[in-house]
Structures are given as C-alpha cells and as structure tokens.
C-alpha cells in the first residue's frame, strides 16, 4: 500500500466512525434525530476557512451563526484565551468577581448606547433574553404595578428557544408552534413593512398605538430585534420605527427591550443597529458576535434607572446562571471587541455590503426570487417557494462554501475578514444554488 493511499483510508475510517457516532448518539438543532443530510465532520477551521475531516475545505458564509467575525484560530484570540486558562478557566460569580468581567463590563458600557451602564452576564443569548424579560416585570413589581405582566412585540421575531423567549417568537413562522399551548400570552403587532430607507407604514404606527392604548396598563415591555429581524425572516426595516417605538413606550410607560444579539458587534454596519436610530432601549442584550466565535457568553445590560428599580426595597434580580460572567469567555470577549474597534471594522463592513448588493441584486429579477436584502455583512435571498436542503446543500458544498438556508432563504453573514474572492465565491455559490431549485 502506498503512503497516500494508507493516508486516506486511516482518514475515511475515522471520517466513517465520526459519523457513525454522531448518528447513533447525537441529537443536532431544530432536527429530527435522523437529519436529510448527515453533518459533515470538521476537523478544524483557520480564516475564513472550515476545513473538513474528508480533506474538503469550505469558506464559511454563515461565521458559525454570525459569531465568527474575526474568522477562526485569531492568534490575538488564541492568546486571550491562553493567558487566561493559565490564570483560571473559570471561578463561581457568586461572591466572587474578576477582571476580565470588570473589564468587559466597562467595555460594554462604553460602546453601547448611554445611558445602559449596568451588565448581567448570561451564558447564552436565550437566557440574555429570559433576564431582559425578568428585569422588565421585577422593575413594575418593584414600583408595585405587578399588573405589568405581559409582553408586546412584532411578528417575525427571533429571541431565542428557551420557554420566555419563545413566546416573544413569531407565534407561527417561529419554530415553536408546537408549544402554544404552554407559552404565556403575548401582544403581537404585524412585522414592521420592509424596506430600510421606505417610509414607515402609517398603519405600523398606528397599531403600536392603539395596542398601547388599550392595553398599556399590562405591558411591561415592548421587545424587538432593532432594523434587521434575523432568524424570523431576515428582514430589515426602517431605523424611524425605533424612533416613533421609543417615543410611544415613554408615553405609555412601557419598557423598550432591543434585542441586538444578531445586530450587534457591526454586522448591520453600524456598531449596533440602534444606533441607525441614534435611539436607546431600557435593556439591551448582546450575544452571537461578543466573544468572536470563542465561546458561549452573553449579556444584558440596562439603566441605573431600572437596576435601581429592581434592587429598592432589598429585592433581588432572580437570576444567576452557573457559568455566569465566565473568566474565559470575558477574557475573549474583551480582546475580540478590542480587536474589532482597532481594526477598519466598518470599512470592511461597508465593502461586503457593496458586493453583496452588487452580486446578489440583480438575482431579484429571477422568476424563482421573491426578494432580495442587503445590510451591512447580510446578503438574503428569499425564494418563492421553501428551500430544499438536500438540493441546495451539495450546491453550494460543490462550490467550496458552507451556507446554511432555512425556510424560503438563502442568506449569508460572512467573517468581516473575508476577502473580495473569497465573498465573490459566497455569492456565486448562492446564485448557483438559486439556478439549482425548482422554478416554481
Ligand atoms: C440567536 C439569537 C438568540 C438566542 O441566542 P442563543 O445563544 O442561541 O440562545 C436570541 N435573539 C436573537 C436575536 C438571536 O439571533
């Protein structure tokens, strides 16, 4: 047997054990336990790069679910990482503080919009989003309106899987139908109308007004993913419907929660989405992008006016994950938000935005599209009729890309490193995937 050949079978066996476990064993998100396609094993990833255990390599067009913004195996990264693993890898956060949280904290603080200066590190962005909620309804029981109970938000949001967050998901494109029945009830307005730079629907204004209206005294807040809803439709809206939310929830003493866990960290362009708006939410939280990919960390922040709030009277804030503020995940966090606002972040983000506008516009005049979106490092095909992953997968797999579609889209969020071919072979893989569906 030849080296090579003895090479490539020892990595087909193992390519085949990997699977086979994965098979037998592991359950994979939103699958059924025998997923249409088996997962490809990765061995590692570098760059922009994702390479495979078979020997294939894929440039990732999804930086692991808007994560990865630096790309993967970032020495300054890396370095973070080691220098805090020599220290501790992780301490309780009960009773006991450190500074790459303290340091974090501040960081945060300073990029995000004032007057948010308080932080509760999660370990998850769902549980970021159970926290923003709990925050909302301990504040009203605080100031004694415990009939400040409910929450109103948009169609075709996403804010996470955990029970809290799904009833603030669209209550029928959302993945979670299937739990209606045990989700508390939530005031629903439509999606706000399409369309970055088209006027506000008058009749989006209007119902947020008559819900407040009728309904104020219940609402505890008003949540929404601010100009760009992601995985409830990557749809992107006019930043003024911020504006005139804002101004409504002041009036009707509503709390004004922004979930930025897909937008934030640049990836609508701006460092936050709300800042498009130059408006302030009563809590914000943060995820996805905050540690680069690195780990699993997430925050949410809010006023001193609400922290206040909730602590008068020696109440406490009812919450405090394990993990909580984990010394590696800030460590990594604080050089990847450094790192991003040392670096030409919204130039880069500028030019992938010219290029996806460029490439994939133009694809909206097919018979099978029935729109196209881009902002900032987001590039969205919506397709007439639902995509076919087994279809589509090989498509793009053939082409050197790793995308990810679900529902009617194919969409792309790069790492903002991605260079001009690389971002070229993104776009061409989603247009061959296009060519490759059914018309109708
Ligand atoms: C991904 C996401 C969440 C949930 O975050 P997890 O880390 O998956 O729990 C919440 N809100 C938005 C807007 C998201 O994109």
Redesign the pocket.
């Known amino acids: 047997m030849t080296e090579s050949k003895k090479i490539t079978d020892t990595r087909s066996d193992k390519v085949k054990r990997i699977s086979a476990l994965d098979g037998a064993h592991i359950w994979h998100p939103y699958a059924s336990f025998t997923p249409p396609i088996a997962p490809l094993p990765v061995l590692r990833a570098e760059g922009v790069d994702i390479y495979l255990e078979d020997g294939r390599k894929l440039i990732d067009g999804m930086a692991s679910?808007?994560c990865a913004i630096h790309g993967y195996n970032h020495p300054i990264l890396n370095e973070a990482v080691d220098n805090q693993i020599k220290k501790m890898s992780h301490v309780m956060f009960g009773g006991l503080t450190h500074e790459p949280a303290a340091e974090l904290a501040r960081t945060l603080v300073e990029i995000t919009p004032e007057p948010l200066n308080r932080v509760f590190f999660a370990d998850?962005?769902?549980?970021?989003?159970e926290v923003a909620m709990k925050m909302a309804l301990q504040y009203w029981l605080s100031l004694g309106k415990p009939g400040k109970c409910r929450f109103a938000t948009v169609r075709n949001g996403?804010?996470?899987?955990s029970f809290g967050?799904m009833s603030v998901c669209d209550p029928i494109n959302g993945m979670h139908e299937k739990f209606s029945n045990v989700l508390p009830p939530v005031h629903f307005l439509p999606a706000p109308q399409l369309g970055f730079s088209l006027p506000v629907a008058e009749d989006d204004i209007s119902g947020i007004q008559e819900l407040f209206t009728a309904k104020h005294q219940e609402i505890a807040a008003f949540i929404i993913?601010p100009v760009v809803q992601?995985?409830g439709g990557m749809r992107i809206y006019n930043p003024h419907y911020l504006q005139t939310l804002r101004r409504l929830c002041d009036e009707f003493n509503i709390l004004l929660i922004f979930?930025?866990?897909?937008?934030g960290f640049g990836r609508t362009g701006e460092l936050f989405a709300s800042h498009h708006a130059r408006v302030s939410p009563d809590i914000l939280?943060l995820?996805?992008a905050i540690c680069g990919g690195y780990m699993?960390l997430?925050a949410t922040l809010t006023t001193d006016k609400i922290s206040d709030g909730i602590s008068s009277g020696d109440s406490v804030l009812m919450h405090g994950p394990t993990f909580m503020a984990n010394p590696l995940a800030c460590a990594v966090a604080l050089a990847s938000t450094e790192l991003l606002l040392a670096g030409p972040w919204q130039e880069r983000v500028k030019a992938i935005e010219d290029t996806l506008s460029e490439t994939l516009t133009p694809l909206k005049n097919l018979p099978q599209v029935a729109d196209v979106r881009c902002i900032g490092a987001i590039g969205v095909i919506e397709m007439r009729q639902p995509v076919d992953i087994t279809t589509a997968q090989p498509v793009f797999i053939e082409a050197g890309v790793w995308l990810r579609p679900f529902g009617h889209l194919i969409y792309c969020m790069p790492p903002y490193i991605v260079s001009d071919s690389q971002l070229h072979q993104i776009t061409c893989a989603m247009s061959d995937t296009v060519n490759a569906l059914p018309l109708e």
């Open positions: 679910w808007w998850s962005g769902s549980i970021a989003v996403y804010h996470g899987d967050c993913e992601g995985a979930d930025e866990i897909a937008t939280t995820g996805k699993t997430a």
